[in-house]
């Protein structure tokens, strides 16, 4: 990047309780020894701001926090060329950073931000709005409304386990339907489709999925979870979703979710009623170790 390249800090304050703009701040003290332009933005309003108000300015947007302020900036970025992000991880599932391999350290993220190389990454557009990692609806997804309804503060692992426990109270696994490239799959309980292989958890649940591949890895399973909680789980860190006796495992470029009661997207509560997905070949370059 040359050194009159200006760089956009987009800093989530609540993110590791603060760390991420502490190291926001951190990077913007290095840069400016550089002699690299750059700018923070603490809050989507002030990102979209500075992206409207000064269009072109910013070479690339540096994301200090986790997949969900990444999914927000996602929103604001125009589409075309496509964008430049580095990522310093300092959310709670760091998907998409440690699909990238960036380190969760903060210099580790600083070395691949200034020397890493820009790698083509597949986006997923979902209804309108682009995602970075994976769709899903069914029990996974009324789990993440539960915990962004119950919790306070930055999301801690914790939260999902204590969601999981009370589950009984609250989940309902209602059959969707699913089709995948104009083919109508039948109904299912469960559907996420992989952007990335690997899950909110940090563990791989589908190593088919790649995100530079140009097509979305469709996993079905057609009974509920919850009986089944250690069949389930222990399949998935197997890497083995698949090997189920219910479960279905197809590569797609779109999908469509019909009669979705709850879903989820990038770890975060989606919509509801139809959901159309469609993958974006390489709509995304993130800094990766060389």
């Known amino acids: 990047m040359p050194s009159d390249a200006g760089v956009l800090l987009v800093a989530n304050p609540t993110s590791g309780r603060g760390r991420a703009l502490r190291w926001a701040e951190r990077a913007g003290e290095r840069l400016r020894s550089e002699?690299?332009?750059?700018r923070?933005?603490?809050?989507?309003?002030?990102?979209?701001?500075?992206?409207?108000?000064?269009?072109?300015?910013?070479?690339?947007?540096w994301v200090f926090g986790g997949d969900g302020t990444l999914r927000g900036l996602l929103q604001l970025l125009p589409p075309d060329p496509p964008p430049r992000v580095a990522l310093f991880p300092a959310g709670t599932g760091n998907v998409v950073a440690?699909?990238?391999?960036?380190?969760?350290?903060?210099?580790?993220?600083?070395?691949?931000?200034?020397?890493?190389?820009?790698?083509?990454?597949?986006?997923?557009r979902v209804n309108g709005e682009r995602a970075a990692f994976m769709v899903s609806a069914g029990l996974d997804a009324e789990l993440a409304h539960r915990v962004a309804a119950d919790r306070r503060g930055p999301m801690r692992r914790a939260d999902w386990v204590r969601a999981a426990l009370a589950s009984g109270r609250f989940a309902r696994e209602a059959p969707l339907r699913v089709l995948a490239d104009g083919a109508d799959l039948g109904a299912a309980r469960f559907a996420a489709a992989f952007n990335c292989g690997l899950y909110a958890g940090g563990f791989r649940v589908c190593p088919r999925a790649r995100p530079d591949d140009g097509r979305i890895e469709l996993l079905?399973?057609?009974?509920?979870?919850?009986?089944?909680w250690a069949a389930v789980i222990w399949?998935?860190?197997?890497?083995?979703p698949e090997s189920l006796p219910d479960a279905t495992l197809i590569g797609a470029r779109a999908v469509e979710l019909r009669d979705v009661a709850c879903s989820q997207v990038d770890g975060d509560p989606g919509p509801v009623g139809t959901l159309r997905i469609e993958v974006l070949p390489a709509a995304l370059r993130i800094r990766a170790p060389a």
């Open 35 to 38: 002699g690299v332009a750059w």
């Open 98 to 124: 440690r699909e990238a391999g960036v380190p969760l350290t903060f210099e580790g993220a600083w070395r691949v931000a200034r020397a890493g190389a820009p790698r083509p990454f597949d986006l997923l």
């Open 40 to 61: 923070i933005a603490a809050s989507p309003g002030e990102t979209s701001s500075l992206l409207g108000r000064e269009p072109g300015r910013f070479a690339e947007s």
């Open 235 to 240: 399949a998935a860190l197997r890497h083995r």
């Open 220 to 228: 079905l399973l057609r009974e509920p979870i919850r009986p089944r």
